[in-house]
Nanobody, 114 residues
Framework: QVQLVESGGGLVQPGGSLRLSCAAS????????MGWYRQAPGKQRELVAV???????NYADSVKGRFTISRDNAKNTVYLQMNNLKPEDTAVYYC????????WGQGTQVTVSS
């Protein structure tokens, strides 16, 4: 069993920054990738950024150049640095760990509003 605990969400003004963290614990073996998805009200969950074990990254076009995903392997933690936030970034952000099974965090709310 794997547990994912997210932190770092909140309310920020347009143009501001936030950093999300996701710490993984439990029976962690053969992790293929960790990443972030988000779901806005009335919309489907969508990929934001993923980081594979080999160091490859994949970003949604809407966040390229503004968001950066990184990982601390020693802490089994993945981060999402979000800069120049826009109102359309408002959503619940979910951490994802992909191994033999895909695990999800409980989600953290990010609200971008003036």
């Amino acid at each position: 069993q794997v547990q994912l605990v997210e932190s770092g969400g909140g309310l920020v003004q347009p143009g501001g920054s936030l950093r999300l963290s996701c710490a993984a614990s439990g029976s962690i073996f053969n992790i293929y990738a960790m990443g972030w998805y988000r779901q806005a009200p009335g919309k489907q969950r969508e990929l934001v950024a993923v980081l594979t074990n080999s160091g490859g990254t994949n970003y949604a076009d809407s966040v390229k150049g503004r968001f950066t995903i990184s990982r601390d392997n020693a802490k089994n933690t993945v981060y999402l640095q979000m800069n120049n936030l826009k109102p359309e970034d408002t959503a619940v952000y979910y951490c994802m760990l992909s191994g033999a099974v895909v695990y999800w965090g409980q989600g953290t709310q990010v609200t971008v509003s003036s």
